[in-house]
C-alpha cells in the first residue's frame, strides 16, 4: 500500500504567489515525522522542513511552512511568496518509528513558477 | 565541508558488465542507504547498513549489492545490470538511523545510470 500519496504531477504558480503542494499518508504507528524536500533540475535532494507526529504546532522554515492535520493524515507545503528559483520536484516523505530505517517518498509534485 | 559525494556522477553501460558506484561520508554517521528513483516512483530504498559489517534489504533490493566494510563508505554494485536499473541512484545517510525520528538524512549528489 502506498504510504505517501501526492495527487498533484505538476503546477503552475505565479511568481510571488503562494502554492500549496498536497501530502496524505497512511500509517498506523503514532510516532512518524514528515519531511519534505526540493529537488531541482541539478537532481540533489535538498531537505526543506520537518513535521513530528506529536509536535504542537506546524512546521515552518522562512517561506515554507507545513500544514499538518493529523485527523485527516495529511501534511501540506506552503511555499509562500514563490521565487523563480523555487521551480523544482517537490517530495513528501515520512519516517515512521516502527521502520525507522527508511524514508518512504511519494511521487513528486513538479512546480513551475512564472515569471 | 560535511557532505556525502557519490561516484561516478553519470554512467552510461551495457547489460551484463558488473559496475559499483561509490558513495562515501566524511560525517562520522552510522546509517547509510542506498535509493534509486524513476518518474512517477519517487526514491525507492533498495539497501541500508545500520552500522559497519551490518546490512539489509530495502524494498527494492533484486540486482543489487551492498557491503559496509568501513563506516564511511557503502558502495553498491550491480553485478550483471540490466536495462531495467536504468534510474538515478541517490546515496544517504544520518547520524543514526534509531536516534531522533526527526533525524535528517544527507543526500548524495546521485548517479544517473543508463544500461543500453
Known amino acids: 500500500a502506498q504510504k505517501i500519496t501526492q495527487t498533484q504531477p505538476g503546477m503552475f504558480v505565479q511568481e510571488k504567489e503562494a502554492v500549496t503542494l498536497d501530502c496524505t499518508y497512511d500509517?498506523?504507528?503514532?510516532?512518524?515525522?514528515l519531511f519534505w524536500y526540493k529537488q531541482p533540475s541539478s537532481g540533489e535532494m535538498i531537505f526543506l522542513i520537518y513535521?513530528?507526529?506529536?509536535?504542537?504546532q506546524n512546521a515552518t522554515e522562512g517561506r515554507y511552512s507545513l500544514n499538518f492535520q493529523k485527523a485527516r493524515k495529511s501534511a501540506n507545503l506552503v511555499i509562500s511568496a514563490s521565487q523563480l528559483g523555487d521551480s523544482a520536484m517537490y517530495f513528501c516523505?515520512?519516517?515512521?518509528?516502527?521502520?525507522?530505517?527508511?524514508?518512504?517518498f511519494g511521487a513528486g509534485t513538479t512546480v513551475t513558477v512564472r515569471a | 565541508e560535511a557532505q556525502v559525494t557519490q561516484n561516478p556522477r553519470y554512467l552510461i553501460t551495457v547489460t551484463g558488465k558488473k559496475l559499483t558506484v561509490t558513495c562515501s561520508q566524511n560525517?562520522?554517521?552510522?546509517?547509510m542507504s542506498w535509493y534509486r528513483q524513476d518518474p512517477g516512483l519517487g526514491l525507492r530504498q533498495i539497501y541500508y547498513?545500520?552500522?559497519?559489517?551490518?546490512?539489509d534489504k530495502g524494498d527494492v533490493p533484486e540486482g543489487y549489492k551492498v557491503s559496509r566494510k568501513e563506516k564511511r563508505n557503502f558502495p553498491l554494485i550491480l553485478e550483471s545490470p540490466s536495462p531495467n536499473q536504468t534510474s538515478l541512484y541517490f546515496c544517504?545517510?544520518?547520524?543514526?538511523?534509531?536516534?531522533?525520528?526527526?533525524?535528517?538524512?544527507?543526500f548524495g549528489p546521485g548517479t544517473r545510470l543508463l544500461v543500453l
Open positions: 544517504a545517510s544520518s547520524l543514526s538511523a534509531s536516534g531522533s525520528i526527526g533525524e535528517t538524512q544527507y
Open positions: 500509517t498506523s504507528d503514532p510516532s512518524y515525522g
Open positions: 513535521q513530528g507526529s506529536y509536535d504542537q
Open positions: 516523505a515520512m519516517r515512521e518509528r516502527s521502520n525507522d530505517y527508511k524514508l518512504s
Open positions: 560525517m562520522n554517521h552510522e546509517y
Open positions: 547498513s545500520m552500522n559497519v559489517e551490518v546490512t
